[in-house]
Structure formats: C-alpha cells, structure tokens
C-alpha cells in the first residue's frame, strides 16, 4: 500500500479549487470526477512540489478513499426533524 | 365481462391483487455489468461502444515497469487503445496479452509516446487488438525518470 505524505488531503482540496488548460486550449475546472482523473492528480503534484514535498509514485485510486473522505465532510448536515405535536384526540 | 375476475378496491381508490409464485426461482434479464461498476476504474457504455480504465492518473517517477492488467472480455474483436500523457518525459508502451494457461505474452514491439503526448493505437500498431482476449496488461516505461505530470490509459471497443 502507498503511503501518501500527511498534506495530502490539502493538497487536493488546493487541487480541486483550480483550473487547467485542455487539448483544445480551453480553461477547465478541476473536479472529483474519476472519469477526468488525471487534471486533479496533476494539480496534487504541483502542491507537493511547490511545498517541497516528497511523494512516491501513485495514481487516482490511492488517493481515492481522501477524496472521500473530503466529500464526506462537504455533505451538509441532516435537517433536524420539526417535532410536530400531536393535535387534539379526535 | 362482470364475474370474469374480482376487483377488490380498496378504500383510497387503489386496486389490491394477490399474486402467488410457487416453486419457482425469478430470473431478471439484468446485466449485471451494468450494475457492478467500480468508481475506481470507470467501465463506461454508451451505445455499443464500452471503454474499460488501465492506467488511472499513474504518476511514473522512476524507471521501474508501471503495470495494469483489465479485463478486456466485454469487448467484442477489434480494440482500441488511448493513452493521454501529462508526463513531462516519454514513455514506451507496450501490450501483452493475459489469459487462462499463459501469464502474459507480448503483443509486439513497445510504441514510444512522447512527453505530454496522446497516443492512440489500433490494430496496425498491434495486430492482435483484433483477437478476442481475456485480459490486456497495459506497460509504460520511462527511460528518464518523469518529475511532473501523469498517465492515464484505456481501452474501447464494441461491447460483446
């Protein structure tokens, strides 16, 4: 299993907020989808590399489970159920 | 037709019917193909056209063999190879193919991507991308070891 360094889950919230330049030249937002992996993992490197950070070799599915991990967190909280008081006995 | 079967309504204007089913097993024609997609390696269908994942986003930064074997058997003869490279150095690539009684066996000569390249390969770089096979392990090799960028790979054809 890799080991991915601690900043890792920074590195992609950093990742997921810019943009790249496609093969046709237009400006892109990175996403979460893993269909369209490869812009975001490109972005995590330049995290890493712009902090100085060493990473070993990987791919989209090791940081998978972060990415998650982060989408767990974004999910808005359940709405609290308005206790509705009984009306009067019929 | 009065008699011919019972209506029983019930009281919110819905219609009940009881169905019984003995001894007997529900088959479904449902293609579990369909249903058991991993999110990981994406196995997309559109129309007759199924694309299967290699290589997801491999970020290659030494010389070593990156390696991914997959499942090509939902695609029906002719295959059709895609490997778009962000990877700021070249890449050999070469094909084996995987299958019940042999490990692996090479495809034929490596094709060298450059950097940051797409390549797109077909039956004229590999002839055997026209069999039916079980199982393509895609390879990428750098001869200098990469410092940015990533590779991704797939493989699409007709859906058997």
New interface residues.
Partial sequence: MVEMPVETKDAIIWAEQQTYTD?GGDVQEITFD??D??P???KV??YF?DHTIK???????TI?PIIDEILAEQQPEEPIEEQIPEGPAE | MAGFYERRENGDGTVSQNVAVTDSDAVLPIDLRYHGMD????L?TKGYVTQVQA????????LAN?DVSVDVSTISGEKFVIV?S?LNQAVDVTLYAEGTGYTFASMGASKNLAAGG?GLYTSADWPALKAPLQKIRIRMKASVAP??????ATIEGVQS
Avoid: E
Wanted: include cysteine; charge should be negative.
């Fill in positions: 093969r893993p269909s992996a490869q975001l993992v490109d490197c330049v590399d990473y070993p070799p990987f791919d989209y599915p998978r | 999110p990981l390696n994406p997309v290589h997801n986003a491999t970020t290659i930064r030494d990156s778009n962000s797409i410092t940015t960028g990533s590779i991704g």
